[in-house]
């Protein structure tokens, strides 16, 4: 296995507050089966300042969520070529890093993955990141899905889906479960209950939550700090 134990180190995980609560424990469960439990790292992404009443600077809706699930947060404006140095291989989800990132870091990402021996982006759009994949994963948007989020009050909510995505593109969960199917090895049904189930054993509070629970307010996870 070409990242397990000291090759976990070698892998670079580069995971958005994009991500539904379901998609962070897909990733989470890939890592354990076939990445050696590479951690990834959760981008924070800024903006502005907030307005103390409906504009947030923090750019990604569910950060709190990739800590509940025990994702790492990358502080804002810690440059993402820092997170990417020495790795011979990364998988990108729902991030673009080379489009978003401007001057000398862009240089340094475009350089950074295409000197790597294996790339993969998962993303709803082919982005300029997709663009020096290897492998790319067309994953279902937003509105084309459903899943669950903690926003910076600590409040998870259902997300729910307004159309169905075209047939070639999945939500990362789905995505994961083919894939961790195709290597012989255990996963949840490709469907958002069976990945739910995985994050209420997997998250405090929502353990006893029932999805009518989540809609329309939502359920309050202890205190957590705006």
């Not at 937003?142 to 995505?165: C, D, S």
Request: charged fraction near 25%.
């Amino acid at each position: 296995e070409p990242f397990s134990g000291e090759g976990s180190r070698s892998l670079g995980g580069l995971l958005s507050g994009r991500m539904t609560l379901e998609e962070m424990a897909a990733f989470r469960q890939l890592s354990e089966s076939l990445l050696g439990g590479s951690p990834g790292t959760a981008l924070g992404v800024t903006r502005g300042e907030d307005d103390a009443l409906l504009i947030r600077k923090e750019r990604r809706p569910n950060l709190k969520g990739a800590e509940l699930t025990g994702i790492p947060v990358a502080p804002p404006g810690e440059p993402v070529s820092r997170l990417l140095e020495g790795k011979k291989a990364a998988l990108v989800v729902r991030e673009d890093v080379v489009g978003d990132a401007e001057g000398a870091e862009k240089q340094a990402l475009a350089k950074l993955l295409s000197g790597m021996d294996l790339v993969v982006v998962a993303d709803h759009t082919f982005t300029e990141t997709a663009s020096l994949a290897h492998l790319f994963i067309p994953l279902a948007g937003w509105h084309e899905m459903e899943g669950t989020t903690v926003n910076f009050l600590g409040v998870a909510q259902k997300i729910a889906r307004a159309v169905h995505p075209p047939k070639q593109r999945k939500t990362f969960y789905e995505a994961v479960s083919l894939w961790l199917a195709a290597a012989g090895c255990e996963a949840p049904a490709p469907e958002f209950l069976a990945w739910h189930a995985a994050v209420k054993r997997a998250v405090a509070g929502l353990k006893d939550a029932s999805i009518r629970d989540l809609l329309p307010h939502g359920v309050q996870l202890g205190e957590v700090k705006p």
